[in-house]
């Protein structure tokens, strides 16, 4: 009776530690993805480095640390697409996050293998790799049918797998195997799978839903047939009536759209 006694008392001590320590971690993770929404949509480059710095001190919690090399791998992406202005590229600095970002993507998976939106940001970054590597065309190339396959195989209906996967599909000659038709299905995909997705937790990733707009109307601009222009329109529309402040779609694809129609 005394053993029981003591112990009722500590397990409640427990229970109610555990459940602060889960507190700490679901607030700090939820006010890291708000803040990394924001630096996502302006692409400034010290905000995103002060939510990576978020992301290095949730670490310290000690929970799904396979989660947060995953944001942090995110952010790493967003960081190399700092380099990208237009037609220019800064190789150092597309390589530099580049390299970071697949680290943490493999000390995720190292975690938990079965994540599959850890594949989809592993083939996007891999992705990344021919703007600095064109020279390893070869070693590219089987690295992302690796996370491909991987990243279908754990989660099909992953709007963000079509959504990268198109966009690979997007910027790859159609001698290749891509072209604009090709990716159209897969954003076509992504799209109407966006509309029905539910995450696991709040503090999930949940990216794309915006972006998908942007690149369907980029693809319909690029293709130019009678009434893309009108269907890009109507895309750019909606991204920006989901995320009004999504820099992809009112600074690049808006741009590409004025152009298109002078």
């Known amino acids: 009776m005394k053993i029981t006694k003591y112990l009722f008392p500590l397990f409640i001590i427990l229970l109610l530690v ?17 803040d990394l929404k924001k630096a996502t949509d302006t692409y400034d480059e010290k905000a995103l480095l002060k939510v990576r710095g978020e992301y290095e001190r949730i670490l310290q919690l000690k ?28 190789k150092d600095i597309v390589k ?40 390893k065309m070869t070693e590219i190339m089987s690295a992302s049918t690796q996370a491909n ?10 709007p963000r797998y079509h959504l990268i996967n198109g966009t690979s599909m997007f910027y790859t000659p159609e001698m290749f195997g ?47 047939d009678d009434g893309d222009m009108a269907k890009a329109k109507n895309f750019i529309d909606e991204g920006l009536k989901i995320n009004p402040d999504c820099g992809f779609i009112k600074s690049y694809v808006q741009k590409q759209y004025n152009e298109k129609e002078k």
């Open 96 to 135: 530099k996050y580049t390299i970071s970002g697949l680290d943490m993507i493999d000390k995720s998976t190292s975690i938990n293998p079965d994540f599959g939106d850890a594949y989809v940001l592993q083939l996007a970054l891999t992705f990344s790799r021919w703007m600095y590597e064109q020279d």
């Open 149 to 158: 396959e991987t990243a279908k195989k754990l989660d099909p209906d992953n």
């Open 178 to 224: 891509g072209g604009v038709d090709k990716a159209l299905k897969e954003y076509d995909k992504s799209y109407e799978l966006f509309k029905t997705r539910k995450e696991k937790e709040d503090y999930y990733p949940d990216w794309g839903k915006d972006l998908i707009c942007g690149y369907l109307a980029l693809a319909y601009i690029k293709r130019g």
């Open 63 to 90: 929970k799904d640390q396979w989660l947060v090399y995953y944001y942090m791998a995110y952010v790493d992406y967003n960081l190399s697409y700092t380099g990208v202005k237009d037609n220019d590229i800064n």
């Open 18 to 34: 555990t459940k602060s320590y889960s507190d700490d971690f679901s607030d700090a993770m939820l006010k890291a993805k708000l």
